[in-house]
């Protein structure tokens, strides 16, 4: 029998394939992929698929036609790629606009979609289908006026309001409620749609609010509680029959084999799970509180702030206590970072094994890096390089510096040209921060890569494997392959021998790793392979996140449009903090001043124990501000004033660091290293 590798080719397959894959737009602006309308307009892999054949054709041409004008104009908007957050939307606008609808109508949408002000973006499906339908109905005669009304542009409703309303709602039909049982949930939610005040109100809060007020009356859902009335109600069996199946277990097992159907069809398909059943059937929790999150590419502290205990017991890493502080005060003769004093870096793996090693006159150095996604560093980019510096002037140490280009462009949306633009501007900001240049290197993974580097990365990539990388970091079959492989890549740099122009390559010096411990997952797998490959096993200090503006459970983002950057004016710097950070004092004044601030959750305090060095003067803040005696307005003051100066200070020296000084730090020549 003919193989099938004797097969003759047919000569169309190729062309056939390529058009299968990719889209290009007309004049070439764009090329829409498989794999971009997965990542970046959040559809699933059979959508995308049936775009893309069906684009020449009927209307999938005008869906694509569409979809290239609104691209358009939400990277025109926007000035940056679509991301999935929008792109969802965009794809729904793309599904019901017209080649008629007007660039105008794109454009209004996109504005909306895009801007920087929280109050007024659309964020939210209910105000999203409200905008769309009237463009849609709107034609030529685009109001914006009309548009922002039928928006709910600028109407943010709170949880707290969505309660009372939904309270009310339900006290009107409470006697309906209790004949009808939970069975009545369903209209009951569909009527509150209805409720003015809670048209633009975000759907959880909806739901979690009608959750409260149904489990308030008629407690857990049960078979009692869950009644059918009489018209539904069906024949009771015939003496000897089967007893009816419950309808609630009936549910149960209805959800059940959907489940177990979904799963299968993933799994034959290559598709996502977790990605399907939440398509499909929601996200599976029931109204559970959300778990946390945190990997290196997802931190979310879930419906509570981050809890770092649980952290260290999950990560199984050692707290530091007075006594480790106390320890490296003694051996490098200097005063403990602040940082370590408030429990701001509060973690570690081995670092008593390092300090054991200074002491019998073994050397170390330091490792850290940066992965460049922006033109500027932020305040939450600082934590790191701040504490970094601390240690190499503490311990006059060595420090290898490593800039995962590599890692974005796997990651992100960006081109290799931006990533080599975004590098050298990230680079100028931390030789701002005054680090020894003598003991300093830089390295782009892009142009260091090979040599020993390479060799020990390789190495690290023999004995990983790709479960490991998907439960890392969180990981999907769909990912492209760079990013399983990049845990060694960024592993190799805590083996000395890496930096032969620096240590030498047969060297086997102790390794120092300060950095956030949502970067932990990738030197613990590194650590239970350095021993194979006969390596000391890098320490790790780990930092707690630097919050985002808005809220205890999250680190700030490069991509949230309150982020303070590096190369923020002074203006902005106060903007954002007076318009934007979360407040932890009660809302009245009355009540703030009997009951005073929570500091746990008030986002310029914690600020404030980042950047404000002095304790006496944070203690004092800290007491004022509990008490009541300080008010929200006159702690931002303060912080506006710490935060001015570090940013003014750092652009300041910034501006000193000139191209030439770049290349030193990026150099390899071992003389200045003391090698020849």
């Known amino acids: 029998k003919r193989r099938h590798s004797d097969r003759p080719h047919r000569t169309e397959l190729p062309e056939k394939r390529a058009r299968e894959e990719a889209i290009t737009m007309a004049g070439g602006e764009t090329t829409i992929t498989v794999q971009f309308l997965v990542d970046q307009l959040g559809q699933s892999q059979k959508e995308a698929d049936k775009v893309v054949k069906s684009a020449d054709k009927g209307k999938g041409k005008k869906l694509v036609a569409v979809l290239q004008s609104l691209l358009v104009q939400a990277e025109a908007v926007s000035g940056n790629s679509v991301q999935p957050a929008e792109g969802k939307f965009i794809y729904l606008a793309a599904q019901k606009m017209t080649d008629a609808t007007p660039q105008s109508a794109m454009q209004l949408l996109c504005k909306y979609l895009y801007t920087k002000d929280p109050s007024v973006a659309i964020t939210l499906k209910p105000k999203f289908d409200g905008g769309l339908d009237y463009l849609v109905k709107a034609g030529a005669d685009v109001d914006e006026v009309a548009f922002k009304a039928a928006a709910g542009v600028g109407v943010n409703v709170t949880e707290a309001e969505v309660e009372k309303l939904v309270s009310e709602a339900f006290e009107q039909q409470v006697e309906k409620i209790k004949e009808k049982g939970y069975n009545y949930k369903g209209p009951f939610q569909g009527q509150l749609r209805k409720v003015p005040g809670l048209k633009f109100a975000p759907p959880e809060f909806v739901v979690a609010a009608a959750d409260k007020v149904f489990e308030g009356l008629l407690g857990a859902k049960t078979t009692a509680n869950t009644k059918k009335s009489k018209t539904e109600r069906p024949a009771e069996p015939e003496a000897g029959a089967a007893a009816a199946t419950d309808p609630v277990e009936q549910n149960i097992r209805d959800e059940e084999m959907k489940r177990d159907l979904l799963t299968k069809v993933a799994l034959e398909h290559d598709l996502d799970v977790g990605d399907l059943l939440s398509r499909f059937l929601g996200d599976g929790t029931s109204g ?47 005063p403990a970072h602040h940082f370590l004093k408030r429990g701001i870096f509060f973690s570690h793996r081995d670092l008593t094994a390092v ?322």
Request: hydrophobic fraction near 35%; aromatic fraction near 10%; glycine fraction near 8%.
């Open 355 to 676: 300090l054991d090693a200074y002491e019998a006159g073994e050397p170390f150095y330091l490792y850290t890096g940066r992965g460049p996604s922006s033109d500027s560093m932020h305040l939450g980019h600082l934590i790191p390089f701040m504490f970094t510096k601390y240690l190499q002037d503490a311990f006059d140490c060595c420090l290898v510096i490593q800039m995962t280009d590599d890692e974005k462009y796997l990651w992100k949306d960006l081109t290799l040209d931006q990533l080599d633009h975004q590098l050298r501007e990230n680079v100028r900001d931390i030789i701002a921060l005054g680090f020894n240049r003598e003991k300093t290197f830089i390295f782009s993974n892009f142009n260091y890569m090979g040599g020993q580097f390479y060799r020990n990365i390789v190495q690290l990539q023999k004995r990983m494997t790709g479960n490991q990388a998907m439960k890392a970091l969180g990981l999907k079959t769909l990912d492209n392959i760079g990013k399983f492989a990049f845990s060694a890549i960024q592993g190799a740099p805590s083996f000395s021998s890496s930096f032969p122009h620096m240590f030498g390559a047969k060297s086997n010096n102790h390794c120092l790793i300060p950095c956030a411990i949502d970067q932990d997952v990738y030197f613990r797998i590194t650590r239970d392979i350095a021993t194979k490959l006969r390596f000391h096993k890098p320490a790790v200090i780990h930092s707690s996140f630097f919050p985002g503006i808005g809220g205890h459970n999250t680190k700030m983002s490069a991509s949230a449009g309150t982020t303070i950057f590096l190369t923020s004016t002074m203006q902005k710097v106060h903007d954002v903090i007076h318009k934007y950070a979360f407040s932890g004092a009660p809302s009245t004044l009355a009540e703030h001043r009997e009951k005073g601030a929570n500091l746990e959750v008030d986002i310029s305090y914690q600020y404030l124990r980042f950047f404000l060095a002095n304790d006496a003067e944070l203690e004092n803040i800290g007491e004022q501000y509990s008490s009541g005696k300080m008010l929200t307005g006159e702690v931002k003051d303060a912080l506006v004033t710490v935060l001015q100066n570090v940013v003014q200070s750092h652009q300041d020296a910034k501006a000193k660091v000139t191209d030439e000084e770049i290349a030193y730090f990026m150099s390899t020549d071992p003389k200045r290293f003391g090698r020849s």
């Open 288 to 334: 559970a509180p959300k778990e946390q999150t945190v990997n290196p590419i997802n931190v979310d502290g879930g419906d509570e702030a981050i809890d770092y205990t649980k952290l260290v017991r999950e990560f199984g890493t050692e707290l530091i206590d007075d006594a480790l502080i106390a320890r490296v005060e003694k051996i490098s003769g200097k």
